[in-house]
């Protein structure tokens, strides 16, 4: 494997462990999981596929995701608007965690 690749795959699972942490545990975790349905975990399942395919990721970019993946899901009859704009904040909001996670 490419050094490259290695290094994404770890920026990947370093993001994914952030944002696993960050949304289901700790003192917001109870509330997450209860709120937690099958297009919110492939929401997010989604942003972090996206995650892992860029190289330096800086706030904008990371974003720039969740915009992006949020206004797919936009589209689907299933998701409520008012859900989709609390979790598409959640999202953007853990931005912080998942950036003291890649150093």
Known sequence: MKKGKVISAGIGVAALAALGAYFLTGKRGAKNRELIKGWTLKMKGDVLDKVEKVRKLDK????????EVSARYGRLEKVGGAELKRLTGELKKAWTHVSEELK
């Open 60 to 67: 904008k970019d990371y974003e720039k995701i969740v915009d």
